[in-house]
T-cell receptor
Framework: QQQVKQSPQSLIVQKGGIPIINCAYE??????FPWYQQFPGKGPALLIA?????SEKKEGRFTISFNKSAKQFSLHIMDSQPGDSATYFC????????????FGEGTQLTVNP | DTEVTQTPKHLVMGMTNKKSLKCEQH?????MYWYKQKAKKPPELMFV???????INESVPSRFSPECPNSSLLNLHLHALQPEDSALYLC????????????FGQGTRLTVV
């Protein structure tokens, strides 16, 4: 019940495209859903996060869509750039998680020039 | 200052060596974490310190020994490691409870020879 399933495993788009990464969770006690961006050799950095009381959150070119009834959330990257090429992890946590972040398996995004 | 600083960035050690990884944050966070990350995988939680006390040990082998000398510092002492322990070791910090952002350091790339 602690899993977060992430897809696709890898994604290649052209510059300007809109990659979409999807995550699904089972634990209804989760109430904070961050997305982390990780470049090779670096630690993950928080990109954007959402709580289940809203259905969408936008920060710059990054948007999270959240469907509470389906227990799914997704990351959209508008006008993608080669500099967005990185690994993206969705994650989830909540009051009953005891300081544990449950990560998805990650999506390796490549944006071609 | 929203940085988590880890030293060293790279470490090569033999299986009989003793070494330590260090982590420092000055954000006033009272939760600090050690994660292990293998290539193309999400971070795996190893230890959590809450208010300088060990609160979570995810069944980590005793050759890894964490220490939290004060609210800003976190160490990971390494002894008699195996080649399969080679990985990126990440430190993170957050407020308590973890209902918001966890900040990650850039990691220590550990190679055991």
């Amino acid at each position: 019940q602690q899993q977060v399933k992430q897809s696709p495993q890898s994604l290649i788009v052209q510059k300007g495209g809109i990659p979409i990464i999807n995550c699904a969770y089972e634990n209804t006690a989760f109430d904070y859903f961050p997305w982390y961006q990780q470049f090779p050799g670096k630690g993950p950095a928080l990109l954007i996060a959402i709580r289940p009381d809203v259905s969408e959150k936008k920060e710059g070119r990054f948007t999270i869509s959240f469907n509470k009834s389906a227990k799914q959330f997704s990351l959209h990257i508008m006008d993608s750039q080669p500099g967005d090429s990185a690994t993206y992890f969705c994650a989830a946590t909540g009051k009953t998680s005891g300081s544990r972040l449950t990560f998805g398996e990650g999506t390796q995004l490549t944006v071609n020039p | 200052d929203t940085e988590v600083t880890q030293t060293p960035k790279h470490l090569v050690m033999g299986m009989t060596n003793k070494k330590s990884l260090k982590c420092e944050q000055h954000m006033g966070h009272r939760a600090m974490y050690w994660y292990k990350q293998k290539a193309k995988k999400p971070p795996e939680l190893m230890f959590v310190y809450s208010y300088e006390k060990l609160s979570i040990n995810e069944s980590v082998p005793s050759r890894f020994s964490p220490e939290c000398p004060n609210s800003s510092l976190l160490n990971l002492h390494l002894h008699a490691l195996q080649p399969e322990d080679s990985a990126l070791y990440l430190c993170a910090s957050s407020r308590i409870p973890l209902l918001g952002e966890a900040f990650f350091g850039q990691g220590t790339r550990l190679t055991v020879v």
